[in-house]
């Protein structure tokens, strides 16, 4: 398994952080967020340290959303939810603190007035949605 020992996430698996755990497998733990923004929210999280989803493996990447959709499943029942966000960041611009792929889990009620995922739907510029298109299509 690799481990970076600055990691605080790296920390929580090997038991030398606290942390409220929900759900564990050979290759994954998800666990309360201490931060939460809604009851319930949790994260999820490869035990391989992988900073970002351009660094984690296929085959991890979708044990932990196959994980991660059992899990999602069970907060729902558990806490009624009427929904639910995944949300998983990459890079300080998208908000990402901790350098270690996780995916958040977050409970919704309406209203709950989260700023999360509720945006105000506005339509874009036709040739600027082709012109990112046409940039997507051609990266290697």
Same mark, same amino acid.
């Given at each position: 398994?690799?481990?970076?020992?600055?990691c605080i996430?790296?920390?929580?698996i090997q038991?030398?952080?606290?942390s409220?755990?929900?759900?564990?497998?050979?290759?994954?733990?998800?666990?309360?967020?201490?931060?939460?923004l809604?009851?319930?929210?949790?994260?999820?999280?490869?035990?391989?340290?992988?900073?970002?989803?351009?660094d984690?493996?296929?085959?991890?990447? !979708?044990?932990?959303? #196959? +994980?991660?959709?059992?899990? %999602?499943? @069970?907060?729902?029942?558990?806490?009624?939810?009427?929904?639910?966000n995944?949300?998983?960041?990459?890079g300080?611009?998208?908000?990402?603190i901790?350098?270690h792929?996780?995916?958040?889990?977050?409970p919704?009620?309406?209203p709950?007035?989260?700023?999360?995922?509720?945006?105000?739907?506005?339509?874009? !510029?036709?040739?600027? #949605? +082709?012109t990112?298109?046409? %940039?997507? @299509?051609q990266a290697?």
């Amino acid at each position: 398994m690799t481990s970076d020992p600055n990691c605080i996430f790296c920390k929580i698996i090997q038991g030398q952080i606290p942390s409220t755990r929900v759900y564990e497998d050979e290759k994954h733990l998800a666990f309360m967020d201490i931060n939460p923004l809604n009851r319930g929210h949790c994260l999820m999280i490869p035990k391989d340290h992988h900073p970002t989803i351009h660094d984690i493996p296929d085959d991890l990447l !979708a044990g932990l959303m #196959i +994980a991660a959709k059992k899990l %999602a499943g @069970r907060v729902v029942r558990a806490l009624g939810a009427q929904g639910i966000n995944l949300i998983q960041s990459n890079g300080r611009a998208a908000n990402q603190i901790i350098d270690h792929f996780h995916l958040h889990l977050v409970p919704r009620w309406r209203p709950d007035d989260l700023p999360v995922a509720n945006w105000d739907l506005k339509p874009g !510029a036709p040739e600027e #949605i +082709a012109t990112a298109a046409e %940039a997507i @299509r051609q990266a290697t």
